[in-house]
């Protein structure tokens, strides 16, 4: 696969327009954005780009309004919080074609910034509508995506544009498929993967995919209860998707003829209520009261994760290994956590992690700045571990 191009491929960039597609879709409460961190991951593209005297012209969805204006889903409301990560002004069009676009960038200097509103209040954004792509292209000379977190869609903004307009990878494009390429596409070996969160049934496609690509598979949090009743354990309480037995034989069945080892806990903590604090015991995987339920990995299954990972030049992580929002039973994913961080600062390990709850379960560890990479995506890095194309990254690939 021929290489996508980077900033460091662009040159003379003096009064150019640059359509920036950036990932603003961030949680707001009471107006006010309450975690910065998809701006702060677009900042240096939108200050390197505005620094080499471009207009900056900042492209974005918000939530998923149905094809029309919805002013709770307005990005003037993320303004001040661009301004604050840029520590710039960044000016505002209601529109983000048509006149009021149009007349904002004819009022933009060299190293200006502009957020033009929501693509999603029209119809064609979706669709990735010829149409409305020209009507978006026409705004621009370049076009550059830095939302590898959208890039799982197919839509005007994220992909159209890069067939109307010379296209490149921001930084922070470049740098998570940079970590993607060392995490999956060619990693140092052994790889590892963990594998958490609750259900199966969300990551079929997932676990499918990284038995044919990775040398151990380490199954953890409330799927491995499906995978241990597939064997014939009894998970009593439990969460646990019974019909999915059969996929998790043939999941388990292809990870054998692929040589790749699946690691199952061998003990777990047991709680009868789902609650901070509930009364738990550790017990051996095969005896697991029929009145309680799994909330996390036992400490031997956490030696035996840990070791996996010692013995590890890459780990990919999606999902954690217990319920670990409510106290104790964050205890095995935090541990581990921890020892991949360290792994990895020794500079023994490549470590790679993404997924919403995943990150949140690193920052509660206090890890997610010691791993390699850490994925602001939640679906985008779901369906690259699925081994699915993401449309806004192909098509950059073969950008003109
Ligand atoms: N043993 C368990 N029983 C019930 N829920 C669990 C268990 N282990 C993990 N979970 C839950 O799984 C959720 C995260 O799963 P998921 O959404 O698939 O992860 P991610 O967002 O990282 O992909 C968390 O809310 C966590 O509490
Ligand atoms: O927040 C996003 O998704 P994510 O939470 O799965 O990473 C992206 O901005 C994509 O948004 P969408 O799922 O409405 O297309």
Not at 111 to 117: P, Q, R, T
Not at 255 to 270: E, F, K, Q, R, T
Request: with cysteine; glycine share 10%; proline share 4%.
């Amino acid at each position: 696969m021929a290489a996508f191009k980077t900033l460091d491929d662009l040159s003379d960039l003096s009064g150019k327009r640059v359509l920036v597609r950036v990932d603003l879709n961030v949680p707001v409460s009471d107006g006010k954005v309450t975690d910065s961190t998809r701006i702060e991951r677009v900042a240096p593209t939108i200050l390197e780009l505005a620094d080499k005297g471009a207009k900056v012209i900042l492209l974005a969805h918000f939530g998923r309004p149905k094809g029309g204006p919805d002013a709770s889903m307005s990005l003037g409301l993320i303004v001040p919080a661009v301004e604050a990560v840029l520590d710039r002004s960044v000016a505002f069009a209601s529109d983000c074609v048509g006149a009021a676009a149009s007349e904002a960038i004819a009022r933009m200097n060299a190293g200006d910034i502009l957020l033009l509103e929501n693509t999603r209040f029209h119809k064609g954004e979706e669709k990735n509508e010829p149409g409305f792509v020209a009507e978006l292209a026409a705004n621009g000379d370049l076009y550059v995506n830095d939302a590898f977190s959208a890039a799982h869609r197919a839509h005007a903004s994220t992909e159209g544009l890069a067939h109307h307009l010379p296209a490149y990878a921001g930084r922070t494009m470049q740098a998570e498929l940079e970590a993607l390429e060392k995490g999956l596409g060619k990693p140092v070996r052994p790889v590892v993967a963990i594998v958490g969160g609750a259900k199966v049934s969300t990551k079929i496609d997932l676990l499918s995919n990284l038995v044919k690509k990775v040398d151990a598979l380490v199954i953890g949090g409330g799927m491995a209860n499906t995978f241990l009743a597939a064997r014939g354990t009894d998970v009593g309480k439990s969460l646990c998707e019974h019909d999915l037995a059969a996929t998790a034989k043939q999941i388990m069945i292809d990870a054998a003829s692929a040589n790749c080892a699946i690691v199952l806990p061998v003990d777990g903590v047991v709680a009868r209520e789902f609650k901070a604090g509930a009364a738990n015991e550790v017990v051996d995987i095969n005896a697991i009261p029929a009145d309680a339920m799994v909330l996390d990995v036992g400490p031997k299954s956490v030696a035996a994760v840990n070791d996996w990972i010692s013995k590890a030049a890459t780990l990919v992580w999606n999902g954690p290994l217990g319920a670990f929002e409510i106290e104790p039973f964050d205890k095995a994913t935090v541990a581990a956590a921890r020892h991949a961080a360290d792994c990895t600062k020794a500079g023994k390990l490549t470590s790679v992690a993404g997924g919403g709850d995943t990150v949140s379960a690193l920052n509660h560890a206090g890890v997610a700045d010691d791993f390699s990479y850490v994925s602001t995506a939640g679906g985008a890095f779901l369906e690259w571990m699925e081994g699915k194309e993401l449309p806004g990254v192909a098509v950059l690939y073969g950008a003109r």
